[in-house]
């Protein structure tokens, strides 16, 4: 049996790609295309791949960190058809023809919060190692809030229902 974290962290690098498109407004594209473990050797960004067509570059000193606030969000994520790590990027204010990772998530509900701000948000797909810690970590630290037994308001049962049971106007 193995013995999981409280709180698991994940050392990461993700990998952004400028893609050449043909389209009369927009010459490019940016997106994330994967997350890679990061062993802390690469303090900066370094170019991949550098083709007319396509440029990627590694960007180094991310942390997936679980949260136990954010049980739901991380429920949410693993048990979707194709769970993922959410990477929020932008693009630079000083050369807007370059993009740049801003911060990574595991947590559903914490992309949603940052798309709801407006922030540009794509999930990659989550390593198998990571999924699977993430995974124990859910099995073992949420439980899914218990269904109440809703009431239905009186306005809903029918006027001869109201009467029967002894309720008036």
């Not at 550098?50 to 990627?56: F, N």
């Not at 969000?73 to 932008?90: E, H, K, Q, S």
Request: charged share 25%; with cysteine; aromatic share 10%.
């Amino acid at each position: 049996m193995t013995n999981v974290q409280p709180h698991p962290s994940f050392a990461i690098s993700v990998v952004m790609e400028k893609i050449t498109i043909n389209n009369r407004w927009q010459s490019h594209r940016w997106q994330p295309a994967g997350i890679v473990p990061d062993d802390g050797s690469r303090q900066e960004a370094q170019v991949m791949s550098a083709r007319p067509e396509l440029t990627q570059i590694l960007f180094p000193g991310f942390a997936l960190q679980v949260h136990a606030d954010e049980a739901e969000g991380y429920y949410l994520n693993i048990t979707a058809p194709a769970p993922c790590v959410f990477v929020m990027w932008r693009l630079r204010e000083d050369a807007p023809d370059e993009a740049y990772p801003h911060s990574v998530t595991l947590s559903y509900n914490e992309a949603a919060r940052w798309m709801d701000a407006q922030e540009k948000v794509d999930g990659v797909d989550m390593p198998s190692e990571i999924r699977a810690a993430l995974t124990d970590w859910v099995r073992d630290n949420y439980r899914p809030p218990e269904k109440k037994q809703r009431r239905r308001p009186a306005s809903f049962t029918s006027k001869e229902g109201r009467y029967k049971s002894g309720m008036s106007q």
